[in-house]
């Protein structure tokens, strides 16, 4: 009963608690259609697949400081639980809270490579296996209890699925298509624009949506990374614009032509609002946030959606400006004011410069892509000037 072990109770309950919500966080992460239709599109199911696992590690500190408190009562119980060689049950429980401490810890370190951090974030799957066998070996009551039992049981089987779907699966029955490198341009300094010709049937996309990069070569190898297309909808050709900073980017410049390219997608609702929406609109773009108004301003050249359209384009400096020399021929003929801000000059983006340069903010939609920091300071700072939250749709598919 639960007077007579609350603490032993209260650590069950959050294991449980736990071991089902980072269950949801392997099953958010599968990329299925099936979830979109229910959720949301991809940018959605993985916000919840980050928000589970955070969840599911409050919960499992829950789950060891309440055992860690009942274990003080009698030194053979701290002894069981915490001292090794007291069994498998508690050995598989040990090894799982190691590596899901290694995986957790990493995922606030940003300054990790994102190699070396996706390496590391695999280890929360055998992390979730020895988990179920903790599960599995240690627990008495889920085994009494069947609709418990039915519920934990099919949580951790549909997790484990999941996990080998998107580990070792997704590359081969994903939403493949070949693509070949035919052209790789510097803009600038610091961007590259990669070219691609279509290896067989092309990939039909709408403007602003991403997919997954995989480029055939040696010196970048095999690595899935994520990138907006910025192509028009109407060319089989297929583009994508790289920021040249972090060891894997700069490399980009480097492709051979020729070099084959595995593309899964698309995937992105941006341009669902987009489409919708017959109110004047504010583009939003920093820095590499640039890409998803490529494509709209291309798809604005071809099908022009003739309501007033103002592009604040955002960069620490000129020469971090891309829009004389390679915007300038996409803004062409379309109903697109762009405005250029430089954070050298005016410091970060902020709700005052966007008043001082388009009035009555209140009656247009916003459209933003950029950092986190700036996306949410400007959406805090809208809303208080009056902008509907509804109003300020933004594209986020950051995957750490």
Known sequence: MFWNFPWLYLGQVTGLISITVFSLSFIFA????LLWAIFGELEYTYKIHKVAGITGSVFLLLHILFLFIHSLSKSFLFNYYWIPGSGWPMEFGRISLALFVIVVLTTYIKKIPYHIWKFIHYLSGPAFFFAVLHVITVSRDIKSNAPLRYWIFGMMGAAILSYIYI???YRYIGPKHKYVVSDVEMIGENYCLVSMKPKGKS???NPAQFAFFSFQSSELGREVHPY???SSVDSDLLQIMCKTEGDWARKMSSLQCGTVVDVWGPYGIFWDDYQMSRQEQIWIAGGIGVTPFISMLEYERTRPIRTKKWFVYSTMS????VSDRF???HLQDTNVTL???YANRSGYLNVEFIEKNISNLKDKVFFMCGSTPMVRELTRGLIEVGVPPNNI???DFSFR
């Open 30 to 33: 599968t990329r299925l259609s």
């Open 318 to 321: 000129e020469e971090d400006d």
């Open 327 to 329: 915007l300038s021929d």
């Open 339 to 341: 405005i250029n801000h």
């Open 228 to 230: 907006t297309i910025t």
């Open 203 to 205: 990939m039909r996309y």
């Open 393 to 395: 749709v933004h594209e």
């Open 167 to 169: 580990r070792f699966l």
